[in-house]
């Protein structure tokens, strides 16, 4: 049987996780089980998958912290939950998250299985391409992959949330990146706390990239900034 596509199922109950397994399996899907988030974020992280199945209550964490960091790495994978809660108040998270549905437990198999099909075959048709992750920013490179910043073969390795600001800054040339969505994107959640640090990062890329004058990040009060690279 030809392999429908790769799900990652992450499920702390592993009796209902090996359930889930046999019957994704038997309809010709190839499955990876996760027991726990971090372990789940670590199974993401090296595979490709097309589908992620998110238990709500974790032992370590849970699925809406799981779905973050699954938003981090990737911006389009879909997504559902698993849970025995039925409260409006997770529902409404799970789909501001970018949640495709849940499956409240116990599910019927024929309804997560006919979830499965449709989520799969629309987000076929709305594949789109994944963010680039080099950039030149006039007299530097910058590689996302590698957290580098390279001037005159000269390379600064760079922290991860400065990583993170540069490469949102470059996906936004020359508009407007505003402050609370970048933020949001960052740290999973606005905070006026988590702007200052923000800022603090923005600082920090100035100076990085001071060595080009014809580089410039822009303050648009009390809105963002915008990356400008002068011709």
Known sequence: MA???NILVVEDDL???????????????SVKLARNGQTGLEQFKKQAFDLCILDVMLGDTDGFQVAKQIRLENTTIPFLFLTARVLKEDRLKGYALGAEDYITKPFEEEELLCKIAVILRRNQHQIVEEPPA???????????TKQELVYQNQIERITEKENEVLRLLCLHQNNILRRDDAVERIYGEKDYFLGRSFDVFIS???KMLRNDPRISIENVFKVGFILKIKE
């Open 3 to 5: 392999n429908k596509g």
């Open 134 to 144: 080099q950039f030149s920013i006039g007299d530097y490179y910058f590689d996302y």
């Open 204 to 206: 920090r890329l100035r």
């Open 15 to 29: 009796s209902l996780g090996f359930l889930l397994m046999e019957l994704l399996e038997s309809e010709g899907y």
